[in-house]
């Protein structure tokens, strides 16, 4: 197994950097750098420019606009994305249902649906969690029931990311509770602006409006919008869920945060001396390394078999598990080495003519980010329900 990267692939860094340095506008760039939050504009100029380059689909046949990447190119191009302070892509539409629908769906739903998630004339978002129904997605209630060639969805779903910019939804239905539970569920494609439809904001933690509820009362959804057979639902998710795992382990921006950890601990002084000269705070850094680099070489062997044509099977777990651990540990670590620099503020409390240095905006994202990784370790797959996978995999328990 050759974990190195080839010249060709390493010319295909030197590209790929060269597109950031020219095409990344300025004005994301330190949005991204500094921690503060996007715009749905944002996201869209950005998903525009990398399908202007034919960048914007990795997972995708190349026939359908996909880029013929493989696992390695990929895994280069989200590093060298996340080292520049470039946006992550909105993945509802390109990396979720996208796949299910090269995959599951008919002919008219690829010619309709596919150019519109890569010309960004649809904002995707994913109807999966329930209230009594999460980490077991067997169990949702939101229930489907046929009226000649529509269906008459009534449910609720919650923590749907960016619902507020969505103009379409994927939503796990159950369509038949006689069957099994995974039997009984369907995967619909709903148009949110459908009569029934209420988006409530779900405000986080670090205050912001990020998730949401969403309420199906009568809605007619089109028996036409029903992605592969009715009762397939479950095959749907569970083949969507491995392409929303590809990558989670976040090993680009896990890179990124350890050199903003390193800088901001150099400039932040302790007793008169630079943090990171600190022993205990020095070695706090040293350990987040050493495991992001055993993090690394777990991943490139991954990579290495994905390229040998092998499937990554609980490989993909463990990343997934140590990945999400690390990036909330060097998230806290960011946030102590800031001090009172990382206390949560609000912009009205300044002078109207006052602004901020780049490390002042920076610590005043801090406290926000913080709270906001502490999601890692659910969506995805909560990581307990990882460890089992784990568990049953390779140690056969």
């Given at each position: 197994?050759?974990?190195?990267?080839?010249?060709?692939?390493?010319t295909f860094r030197d590209e790929v950097r060269s597109f950031l340095a020219a095409q990344l506008p300025s004005a994301i760039q330190q949005k991204v750098r500094l921690g503060q939050r996007l715009h749905a504009e944002h996201h869209i100029c950005w998903q525009n420019l990398l399908n202007a380059r034919g960048w914007l689909a990795p997972g995708w046949p190349v026939a359908l606009g996909g880029t013929g990447w493989n696992p390695v190119q990929k895994h280069i191009f989200e590093e060298e994305c996340a080292a520049a302070h470039a946006p992550t892509v909105v993945p509802f539409g390109v990396n979720m249902v996208a796949p299910v629908i090269i995959r599951f769906g008919n002919e008219a739903q690829k010619s309709?649906?596919?150019?519109?998630?890569?010309?960004?004339?649809?904002?995707?978002?994913?109807?999966?969690?329930?209230?009594?129904?999460?980490?077991?997605?067997?169990?949702?209630?939101?229930?489907?029931?046929?009226?000649?060639?529509?269906?008459?969805?009534?449910?609720?779903?919650?923590?749907?990311?960016?619902?507020?910019?969505?103009?379409?939804?994927?939503?796990?239905?159950?369509?038949?509770?006689?069957?099994?539970?995974?039997?009984?569920?369907?995967?619909?494609?709903?148009?949110?602006?459908?009569?029934?439809?209420?988006?409530?904001?779900?405000?986080?933690?670090?205050?912001?409006?990020?998730?949401?509820?969403?309420?199906?009362?009568?809605?007619?959804?089109?028996?036409?919008?029903?992605?592969?057979?009715?009762?397939?639902?479950?095959?749907?998710?569970?083949?969507?869920?491995?392409?929303?795992?590809?990558?989670?382990?976040?090993?680009?921006?896990?890179?990124?945060?350890?050199?903003?950890?390193?800088?901001?601990?150099?400039?932040?002084?302790?007793?008169?001396?630079?943090?990171?000269?600190?022993?205990?705070?020095?070695?706090?850094?040293?350990?987040?390394?050493?495991?992001?680099?055993?993090?690394?070489?777990?991943?490139?062997?991954?990579?290495?078999?994905?390229?040998?044509?092998?499937?990554?099977?609980?490989?993909?777990?463990?990343?997934?598990?140590?990945?999400?651990?690390?990036?909330?540990?060097?998230?806290?670590?960011?946030?102590?080495?800031?001090?009172?620099?990382?206390?949560?503020?609000?912009?009205?409390?300044?002078?109207?003519?006052?602004?901020?240095?780049?490390?002042?905006?920076?610590?005043?994202?801090?406290?926000?980010?913080?709270?906001?990784?502490?999601?890692?370790?659910?969506?995805?797959?909560?990581?307990?329900?990882?460890?089992?996978?784990?568990?049953?995999?390779?140690?056969?328990?």
């Amino acid at each position: 197994m050759n974990l190195q990267f080839t010249a060709e692939e390493n010319t295909f860094r030197d590209e790929v950097r060269s597109f950031l340095a020219a095409q990344l506008p300025s004005a994301i760039q330190q949005k991204v750098r500094l921690g503060q939050r996007l715009h749905a504009e944002h996201h869209i100029c950005w998903q525009n420019l990398l399908n202007a380059r034919g960048w914007l689909a990795p997972g995708w046949p190349v026939a359908l606009g996909g880029t013929g990447w493989n696992p390695v190119q990929k895994h280069i191009f989200e590093e060298e994305c996340a080292a520049a302070h470039a946006p992550t892509v909105v993945p509802f539409g390109v990396n979720m249902v996208a796949p299910v629908i090269i995959r599951f769906g008919n002919e008219a739903q690829k010619s309709h649906y596919l150019p519109r998630i890569l010309n960004n004339h649809d904002w995707w978002c994913q109807g999966y969690s329930e209230p009594g129904a999460g980490s077991d997605l067997a169990d949702i209630k939101t229930r489907a029931e046929r009226d000649g060639d529509a269906y008459i969805v009534n449910g609720q779903k919650t923590w749907t990311t960016l619902g507020q910019h969505a103009n379409m939804m994927f939503c796990l239905v159950r369509t038949d509770s006689q069957a099994k539970k995974q039997a009984g569920i369907s995967f619909l494609l709903i148009d949110m602006q459908t009569p029934g439809i209420t988006v409530r904001p779900i405000i986080t933690l670090d205050g912001a409006h990020e998730v949401n509820e969403v309420f199906l009362d009568n809605v007619r959804v089109p028996v036409a919008n029903r992605v592969g057979e009715e009762g397939q639902g479950w095959t749907c998710a569970k083949f969507l869920l491995t392409h929303e795992r590809t990558g989670i382990a976040g090993l680009g921006h896990a890179k990124q945060a350890l050199r903003q950890l390193k800088d901001v601990a150099r400039r932040q002084l302790h007793r008169g001396r630079p943090l990171i000269t600190t022993p205990s705070f020095r070695e706090k850094i040293a350990r987040a390394e050493l495991e992001l680099m055993a993090l690394e070489v777990t991943n490139l062997r991954v990579l290495a078999a994905a390229r040998d044509g092998n499937a990554p099977g609980a490989e993909s777990s463990l990343l997934k598990i140590r990945g999400s651990e690390l990036r909330q540990r060097l998230s806290d670590l960011t946030r102590r080495a800031l001090g009172p620099q990382a206390l949560p503020f609000h912009a009205d409390f300044l002078n109207g003519d006052e602004m901020l240095d780049d490390d002042q905006a920076f610590g005043a994202c801090a406290a926000a980010q913080y709270f906001n990784r502490r999601k890692l370790s659910i969506y995805g797959g909560a990581n307990e329900i990882q460890k089992n996978i784990v568990a049953k995999t390779i140690l056969g328990m």
